[in-house]
């Protein structure tokens, strides 16, 4: 989340953070967030009957402050499929992996225990399915000989701090759509994600 801000703050993701909404008081980006003037809110799960009133609050509370795309950020909470639908097309999350590769947790072990050759991250439109929305783009990198899942993630994080920005920069211009269950860049209808 941070580098969505310094993103937008650098004059690069033609955005206005209008709400950091966590899960949680205690999730880091509210702190951050707050820091720079960004408003934050809390919408726990637990001070809610079930899921669907959850998901209704979520929305209430984007919808007051005028939001118009949602970036998950270390949200790791599967989002009900109700909220999932309310945001179609203007829901996105980034994932530390090539998906559909390593969906979940754990994604740099896995990746290393199943001998893969290259890791990375996804960006991709958030559905009722874990991890298995369309996909928009990623970023590669190879796997090196000796590789541990710290090393990993910390090199597949650093092109999470490039791709996240600029996917949402071609979200929020409209040169990224999801149409009909498809991404499409302008006109043209995706076979692959797109390489960052």
Not at 77 to 87: G, K, T
Not at 142 to 154: K, P, W, Y
Not at 169 to 194: E, F, N, S
């Amino acid at each position: 989340m941070l580098r969505v801000l310094d993103a937008i703050e650098a004059g690069q993701l033609p955005a206005l953070p209008v709400l950091v909404l966590a899960d949680t008081p205690e999730a880091a980006g509210l702190a951050l967030a707050a820091q720079r003037g960004v408003g934050t809110a809390v919408c726990a799960p637990r001070d809610h009957a079930d899921r669907d009133t959850w998901a209704r609050a979520l929305t209430t509370q984007l919808e007051a402050v005028g939001a118009e795309l949602v970036a998950l950020a270390g949200f790791m909470r599967v989002l009900p499929a109700a909220f999932c639908d309310r945001w179609h097309g203007r829901l996105l999350n980034i994932h530390p992996s090539l998906l559909p590769r390593h969906k979940g947790l754990d994604t740099h072990q896995r990746a290393l225990d199943a001998g893969d050759r290259e890791a990375g991250c996804s960006v991709h439109f958030v559905t009722a399915e874990l991890d298995g929305g369309p996909l928009i783009a990623q970023s590669r990198v190879a796997i090196r000989a000796g590789e541990t899942a710290d090393s990993l993630a910390e090199r597949v994080l650093k092109r999470e701090h490039v791709l996240y920005p600029q996917v949402l920069t071609w979200c929020a211009t409209g040169q990224v759509t999801l149409r009909h269950g498809h991404v499409h860049r302008g006109d043209t209808k995706l076979a692959a994600p797109l390489e960052v």
